[in-house]
């Protein structure tokens, strides 16, 4: 078990005790504020207790890792990622379809179901995108200090900090593959190239021709591919960002609250 997952088990051990003495609150005489009040948060209550299912799944998991290891098979080897840009637009796509099926389906109303596969899927995102920039990071010598997950007031799709190397990428690109892999290698060259200068925008343009994402090339003597229209880059794959509904906001900001799942670092 990662250190990181230790140190969010014993977070969840202390929120308990906190919980625990709430309990007790609770069944001493409250007064009507109190009572409308616990009526408006539970709702939200009900929402979160997904994660009390969560927590008696991990307590029986552990138990059994640790006491039964007889019942687990002997581990197989990883098998290497697969950073092939077909590769990596297929699985993006299969998780953007399992994440829109989600709310455009008639299960919607579902809370507790939706947000615990909301999550899986959001995480298994943040999952690939981590993977194909360390992936692509340590192939064209373009390594980050670390790179994450932006908050709700995040409005570019990618950012480079020049100051930390930290790369924060928007969660909407959930919903545009290309475009999040696009996304993953520009904030990449800006590793190298803090500025959006000729050498940034040349070195763009070589990572997309040698990862199959750019079909020609465009540069030419411009000082910026963004001197062309988006519809005149020869993309392979055409990209279609669209915003959140407010459901999907919602649940996101309690993903990210609850599992963590916004960071990973490339320089441990």
């Given at each position: 078990?990662?250190?990181?997952t230790k140190?969010?088990?014993y977070?969840?051990?202390?929120?308990a005790?906190?919980?625990e003495?709430l309990?007790?609150?609770l069944?001493?005489?409250?007064?009507?504020?109190?009572?409308?009040?616990?009526?408006?948060?539970e709702?939200?209550?009900?929402?979160?207790?997904c994660?009390a299912?969560?927590?008696?799944?991990?307590?029986?998991?552990i138990?059994s890792?640790?006491?039964?290891?007889?019942?687990?098979?002997?581990p197989?080897p990883?098998?290497?990622?697969?950073?092939?840009?077909?590769s990596?637009?297929n699985?993006l796509?299969?998780?953007?379809?399992?994440w829109?099926?989600?709310?455009?389906?008639d299960t919607?109303d579902?809370?507790?179901?939706?947000?615990?596969?909301?999550?899986?899927h959001?995480?298994?995102?943040?999952?690939?995108?981590f993977?194909?920039?360390?992936?692509?990071?340590?192939k064209?010598?373009?390594?980050?200090a670390e790179v994450?997950?932006?908050g709700?007031r995040?409005?570019d799709l990618?950012?480079?900090?020049?100051?930390?190397?930290?790369?924060?990428?928007?969660?909407?690109?959930?919903r545009?593959?290309?475009?999040?892999?696009?996304?993953?290698?520009?904030?990449?060259?800006?590793?190298r190239h803090?500025?959006h200068?000729?050498?940034f925008w040349?070195?763009?343009e070589?990572?997309?021709?040698?990862?199959?994402?750019?079909l020609?090339?465009?540069?030419?003597?411009?000082?910026?591919?963004?001197?062309?229209?988006?519809?005149?880059?020869?993309?392979?794959?055409?990209?279609?960002?669209?915003?959140?509904?407010?459901?999907?906001?919602?649940?996101?900001?309690?993903?990210?609250?609850?599992?963590k799942?916004?960071?990973?670092?490339?320089?441990?």
């Open positions: 078990m990662g250190e990181n140190k969010e088990i977070e969840i051990i202390e929120q005790k906190i919980l003495a309990m007790q609150e069944e001493l005489p409250l007064t009507v504020k109190q009572k409308s009040s616990l009526a408006a948060e709702f939200f209550i009900d929402s979160a207790l994660q299912g969560c927590i008696c799944d991990i307590i029986s998991r138990d890792a640790l006491h039964h290891p007889e019942q687990y098979p002997e197989e990883l098998p290497p990622y697969d950073g092939n840009a077909e990596v637009y699985r796509c299969g998780i953007r379809d399992d829109k099926s989600l709310y455009y389906s919607a579902k809370r507790t179901s939706q947000f615990l596969l909301a999550s899986h959001f995480t298994r995102w943040t999952s690939e995108m993977k194909y920039t360390e992936h692509l990071g340590f064209y010598g373009l390594i980050p994450k997950i932006g709700v995040m409005i990618g950012a480079y900090n020049d100051k930390t190397g930290e790369i924060t990428f928007n969660r909407r690109l959930i545009d593959p290309a475009q999040a892999m696009i996304t993953v290698i520009h904030e990449l060259c800006h590793v803090p500025n200068n000729r050498e040349q070195l763009y070589d990572v997309c021709i040698g990862e199959g994402i750019l020609e090339r465009v540069l030419g003597e411009r000082k910026s591919l963004k001197e062309l229209k988006k519809g005149m880059i020869p993309y392979r794959w055409k990209t279609e960002v669209d915003y959140f509904t407010d459901n999907e906001k919602i649940t996101i900001e309690k993903i990210l609250k609850y599992t799942p916004g960071s990973r670092s490339f320089m441990e």
